[in-house]
């Protein structure tokens, strides 16, 4: 069943994010642009998405600050009747390092920002979505990683397991809102063209792993962002609780 034609990316000042706000806007979507420190980036996406004619808000808020999170989705309410879709896309990697060799600051910022950021916002959108609080329905679409299933060993372990606890949020919380035409989906991406891996020390990664990978080759942006907007769109109305995997055979 349709759902308002209104989305909120978190993250989408740079990459996937940026990507996904643009090919929403391509397809009709007003577009609310979360972003914490970027406002050039995020400035630069909403100026893409209005010159398709959509609206775009900019919405600023770090997604691991649950007063942040309140702050946002206030925002997005003054901005747009209803909220349809959320893409939880918001994210982060860190530099390579064994288990051991992990810190628990390392940790808690990883697992807030990863994993509590899409949890605080899914809750957000679901208070405004679902049919039991008088909602008129959405898509939360949560953006996991392929290091989910992989694991990412001498890489980064706590990275794919703050992605393996996203992958139970979309099956759960999914499974939870089934009745209240609230459906919930991820992506697994697996490497993907952006500056995520030089922001994680790893500026050469995709250049030194393109000729390991199955199709010899990162994903673009826009491969995982066209993906997004099939999740959302109702061609894929009677998909939910599950994830998708943009990987390349990875
Ligand atoms: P990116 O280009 O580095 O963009 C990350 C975005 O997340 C930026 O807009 C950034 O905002 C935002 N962000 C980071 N920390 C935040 C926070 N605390 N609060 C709010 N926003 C925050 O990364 P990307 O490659 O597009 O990744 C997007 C998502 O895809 C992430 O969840 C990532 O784990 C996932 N993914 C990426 C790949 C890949 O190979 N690229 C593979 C699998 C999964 P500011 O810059 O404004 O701070």
Do not use: W
Not at 81 to 86: A, I, R, S, T
């Amino acid at each position: 069943m349709s759902v308002p034609k209104t989305v909120l990316i978190t993250g989408a000042s740079a990459g996937i994010g940026s990507e996904t706000a643009v090919a929403a806007a391509e397809s009709g979507y007003d577009v609310a642009i979360g972003y914490h420190s970027d406002r050039a980036g995020a400035e630069k996406t909403a100026e893409k998405v209005r010159a398709l004619g959509q609206k775009a808000v900019l919405v600023q808020g770090d997604v691991s600050d649950p007063g942040d999170v309140i702050r946002m989705f206030d925002e997005v309410d003054s901005a747009f009747d209803e909220l349809g879709v959320l893409v939880n896309n918001a994210g982060i990697v860190d530099q390579p390092a064994r288990v051991e060799n992990i810190s628990h600051a390392r940790l808690r910022r990883m697992f807030d920002i990863n994993t509590i950021g899409p949890f605080l916002c899914a809750k957000q959108a679901a208070i405004r979505m679902a049919y039991r609080y008088g909602g008129a329905g959405g898509v939360i679409v949560n953006v996991s990683s392929i290091a989910a299933r992989l694991g990412s060993a001498n890489n980064y372990v706590d990275y794919a397991a703050s992605k393996g606890a996203v992958d139970v949020l979309t099956k759960g919380l999914g499974d939870e809102m089934a009745a209240d035409n609230v459906r919930v989906v991820g992506v697994r991406p697996g490497i993907i063209d952006t500056d995520i891996h030089e922001k994680g020390g790893q500026p050469d990664r995709i250049k030194a792993m393109s000729n390991q990978l199955p199709m010899k080759r990162a994903g673009t942006p826009r491969e995982v962002a066209d993906t997004i907007l099939y999740l959302i769109s109702d061609k894929a109305s009677y998909i939910t609780a599950t994830s998708l995997d943009v990987s390349g055979a990875r």
